[in-house]
């Protein structure tokens, strides 16, 4: 099993920034790609970004090119999501993930943490 646990969420004002982190822990060995996720109320999760090793490239969903940025460290099992220039829209609680495959399908991804809210006022 891996277990995920996110932390850095919270209050921002529009167009500040937030840091996201992600720790996991137990057979990390098995996961090769790990990814953000939210889910905004009333709407359903969605893909934020996913990076993956060796040698994996990020990939971002359209609406938070330029302004989110994921990274990891793999010495200290840590995945984080800079988020940058944030907006209203940005509200939501966010999700990291893991699993083998970085792909944007959600369903992909047998592991997940408990959620981070994340609230960006206007």
């Known amino acids: 099993q891996v277990r995920l646990v996110e932390s850095g969420g919270g209050l921002v004002q529009a167009g500040g920034p937030l840091r996201l982190s992600c720790a996991a822990s137990?057979?990390?060995?098995?996961?090769?790609?790990m990814g953000w996720f939210r889910k905004a109320p009333g709407k359903e999760r969605e893909f934020v970004a996913v990076?993956?090793?060796?040698?994996?490239?990020?990939s971002y969903v359209d609406s938070v090119k330029g302004r989110f940025t994921i990274s990891r460290d793999n010495a200290k099992n840590m995945v984080y999501l800079e988020m940058n220039s944030l907006k209203p829209e940005d509200t939501a609680d966010y999700y990291c993930?893991?699993?083998?495959?970085?792909?944007?399908?959600?369903?992909?991804?047998?592991?997940w943490g408990q959620g981070t809210q994340v609230t960006v006022s206007s």
């Open positions: 137990g057979r990390t060995a098995v996961t090769n790609a």
């Open positions: 993930a893991a699993g083998n495959i970085a792909t944007i399908d959600q369903y992909a991804y047998p592991y």
């Open positions: 990076i993956s090793w060796p040698g994996g490239g990020p």
